[in-house]
């Protein structure tokens, strides 16, 4: 005879609530998962995005197929994502800034609040230019802004892009103006400063570490207040060092699951993120080569890292003019 007291009425309730959790978190995809990564392959969203989804695959038993599809600075692979079927097999990737500044920009009626994120690295930006270049530092490249404004051309991969971002942070920091290049992803740009197309690019340390260590691109600075140290080159001195008092917010990139997916699915990649991608040595490693920071985050974290870069980044380009909607009128206050 069983005699259920209510301590032990509890633990058994308990038990079933943790049994039907854990139950509904093991998430099996039966078909194929699509990324869709809005940019050109070889940029560093791209070159990330497949380290990761190759370590999921390990876990998910199933295959990850990644899709570029680029246009409108990222907007439209974001796009077809968000508008995909809410079942769970297309996710997006990409910075978490241009995610959380398509509304302002007036490209993309969404915020990083409609999104799960799971994040995988930061990217750091460089200022490389071409080795055929006149300028050896980044003090001479900004006294060469000055005298010829809008003159000196700067390749990136689209307005909302990391390398847009941070040309118009120098730009508004040094009273300057440059004229801008597009392209449809980091990696076409860099070729297009390899090429001449251009004299400088903006675009991540990813994207143009092998274009460094075969000195076709000349690295004057990284886009913010720490130096960067690339294996087969050396170190790249802050951009705090030419412009006192210089700071650019954390860019973190990873993948992007629209809210409203059935809760099995965030469940079982809550888990993953938590047990396994945190702990990833093919994901540490590519960072590491890469001159990136290993930055495994999910969940609430998550929201809370990638705001100041969104913050920051919205209110440049309201001061820039180029906002469409007011960073403060979809929650995003003024720094």
């Given at each position: 005879m069983t005699i259920r007291t209510p301590l032990r009425r509890s633990?058994?309730?308990?038990?079933?609530v943790f049994a039907s959790t854990a139950a509904m978190a093991q998430w099996k995809p039966d078909k194929p998962i699509s990324?869709?990564?809005?940019?050109a392959a070889g940029g560093s969203t791209d070159q990330v995005t497949r380290v990761t989804a190759a370590e999921l695959e390990k876990h998910l038993n199933q295959k990850i197929v990644i899709l570029n599809q680029p246009g409108a600075s990222g907007s439209v692979g974001t796009k077809n994502a968000f508008e995909a079927p809410r079942d769970g097999y297309t996710w997006a990737a990409g910075g978490a800034k241009d995610l959380g500044t398509y509304k302002v920009l007036g490209m993309l009626d969404t915020s990083a609040k409609d999104w799960h994120l799971y994040l995988n690295v930061a990217h750091i930006a460089v200022?490389?230019?071409?080795?055929?270049?006149p300028y050896k530092t980044m003090d001479e490249l900004i006294a060469a802004m000055k005298a010829k404004p809008g003159a000196v051309a700067v390749a990136t991969a689209g307005v909302n892009s990391s390398g847009h971002?941070?040309?118009e942070a120098i730009a508004r920091a040094t009273g300057t103006s440059y004229k801008h290049v597009t392209y449809d992803g980091g990696n076409p740009a860099v070729i297009a400063t390899v090429a001449g197309e251009t004299e400088v690019t903006t675009q991540l340390a990813a994207e143009q570490t092998d274009m460094i260590r075969a000195?076709?691109?000349r690295p004057l600075a990284v886009v913010g207040d720490k130096p960067l140290e690339i294996e087969g080159h050396?170190?790249?001195?802050?951009?705090?060092?030419f412009i006192p008092g210089?700071?650019?917010p954390i860019n973190y990139f990873g993948i992007f699951v629209p809210k409203g997916v059935p809760p099995e699915v965030t469940q079982t990649l809550d888990k993953l993120w938590a047990a396994e991608i945190s702990k990833s040595d093919a994901l540490r490693?590519?960072?590491?080569?890469r001159g990136a920071m290993f930055a495994p985050m999910a969940g609430e974290e998550a929201q809370k890292a990638v705001f100041p870069a969104i913050q920051a980044y919205a209110w440049t380009q309201q001061a820039a003019g180029k906002a469409k909607v007011s960073p403060d009128t979809v929650g995003i206050p003024k720094p």
């Open positions: 633990l058994l309730a308990a038990g079933l990324i869709i990564v809005p940019w200022v490389g230019v071409n080795a055929d270049a971002s941070a040309i000195k076709k691109i050396g170190t790249i001195p802050p951009l705090s060092q210089f700071k650019d490693k590519y960072a590491q080569g």
